[in-house]
């Protein structure tokens, strides 16, 4: 369906199916230069790779030290010796708990404690991320200089998964050619030039070890004695090596159509073979050893070109063909690229990491808070597979997360928030004491079922929703008439005391919609719904309201108007002032739809949020959280300026990427930055001075806009007529296959 016509605007009688490709293509990825920021990147979801110019990873230094090019697994783990036995225990410090004695809890209270108690520290960093291999060109077994590298063009079809680089080396025509097989580990990689004929141009792949620094990048280059690379199978057109790290081993093949050769040290080499002026090989990684024949790089080009057809079609489309907002194409251009980015990055075997593939930040774990920001989107998109493919981690780890729940004295399954695949929370100022992930299970767990409908659904992760409602409504406090969440607690906004923060407004309805839903679930499978879960249903704390206006937690009295003040207004510096971080109170009417919530108490508070916030300190899945809230409000023309909210977190590059900026006063017009020759050089601020980058992707900002936009596109429980987020003046909005929001 398409608006009705409005002055300036045509509507079609019947309304035409979205040319996906046409969609798609006109979004693909071109760069003529270097941008420092915005590699490019490939991957399955299980593997990304990121690349340089050349389409490979040969010049890493001309990037931002916090876009490392990396390649990097799902899998691909690795933990430092642990001499002392440092153990979980060792890292948790009695809170008191109101009515339940005292509890452990994986805190710290300053950074400090890292350095009195090594445990904190280790525990922190173990396990992490690392790059499993760097892959790159060479002129004359050399790495080239990059001054001989001239008229660089490349494109990324997204249509195919293809990365395409030409340019000239030493005067020389080159085009390279990459790509990664949809379901094995295995980059393929095609290089055609004068220079493979001449001998001259080939490639190497060099296996790095671990940098104990880990962030962002864990990549290694000066070899410890617990780094070992052993050739285990050999022949003249392929290698396959065991690489060690420690306690890590994982293996490697390369295979080629050219030779393949043991370089120095942990590094392999690529000639070209009598092909002429082409050159192939493909680099495969594998947990243990692999089996069989690889797919040679015709077969995995091929295959990648049918896995991302497949993914384009088979799943949801919006299309904003025949808008007279000056936004639309630049949104849509986000929305297709967004999709792009989170089926490498977000659609993993576990939950997704806030740098996906590309990069480490928090030694490479993943914030379970920010599991439906990744991925929810996959099942309203139409593409349920996606989203399925991490839920099986609740599952396996229901018994951890069961015996955390124990350990604070309440039934069910507790979910950390800071998580390698082993499960293990990770000591943190914040960590342990945020709440607001425990229900997300169901909420995954619900989007999946209103996707599809399919019983099997209500079997497969039914035990993993009964015991996160089993935490539900046992984890609030009594505190008499009512059921209290915290203290200790610590919100979505993450910047209150988490021993005396008490009810915030988006947990005490989200608390209650997750019970809700699971009694739902319960009904769908024939079975009664739970008389303990109703009685907490019935007595969990309302939001709280003061002057008209809902409060972000019930123990922050005063917050308005300390944040309409002259001391917090614009700049939210001072301690008193928490108008800052997440708006999360606003989730309560938009990222579900809060039941007790009062549309025109929330419609107040919406705008004393804008009248106040400090913009400067707001996340990148804040923006199209708030798009959300006020298309539920019905403020059309809000919710698309809030998804193009001038902004340092909401930047959108060339490649969809947008940065993680945080405020430091510090900050000033040049940063230092890698040099070519490994030395420190500067570099302009790409944010300017008051402001340090933190990273080049901070991938909730794009599952968060998905998420939006399917709402705004494809309507929510309860909305009417076509397209209810946008407004109806300037916008033409075409969707198919939306499922709607709550």
Known sequence: MLFPAVPGQSALATPKKIDRKALVARHAVVQSRIDRHAPAMIGNGQLGFTADITGLQTFPQQYSELAPLLTMAQWSWHSFPNPKGHVERDGLRIVPVRGRGEQPYAWMRSWADGDANPAYTWLRANPHRISLGRIALTLNGMAPDFAQVTDTRQSLDLWRG?????????????????????????????IRSPL??????GASVRYPGVDPAINPDPSGWRPRAS????????????????????????RSRVVSDGRVTPGDGAALRIAGGGNGDRLRFTVRFDANAPRGADPDVPKTIA???????HFWTDGAAVDFTGSTDPRARELERRVVLSQYLSAINGAGSLPPQEEGLFSNSWYGKFHLEMHPWHAAWQAMWGRPALLERSMPWYVAHLPKARAEAARHKVRGAWWPKMVGPEGRNSPSLVSPFLMWQQPHPILLGEMLWRARRDPALLARYGEVVEATADLLASWPLDAGGRLDLGPPLIPAQENYDPLTTRNPTFEVEYFRWGLQTAQAWRERQGQPRKPEWDRALARIAPPAIEAGLYLPTESATGFWRTAASAACKGTASAPECKNRDHPSFLMAYGFIPGARIDAATMRRTFDAMEATWDRRQTWGWDFPMIAMTAARLGERDKAVDWLFAPLKNNQWGPTGMTPRVHLDEHANDLVPTVGGAGGVAMAQNPDGPGYRRAAETYFPSNGALLLAVGMMAGGWDGSRGHAPGFPERGWTVRAEGLTPAL
Not at 196 to 201: E, K, W
Not at 229 to 250: G, H, N, W
């Open 227 to 250: 780094e070992t690379m052993r050739v285990v199978a050999r022949d003249a057109r392929s290698v396959q090596v065991e690489r060690t790290l420690d306690a890590t081993r994982y």
């Open 162 to 190: 293809q990365l395409t680089s030409s340019f000239r080396l030493n005067g020389q025509p080159v085009t390279v050619t990459t790509a990664v097989h949809p379901t094995a580990d295995l980059i393929a990689v095609e």
């Open 303 to 309: 295959a990648a070109a049918a896995h991302w057809q």
């Open 196 to 201: 493979v004929a001449s001998g001259g141009l």
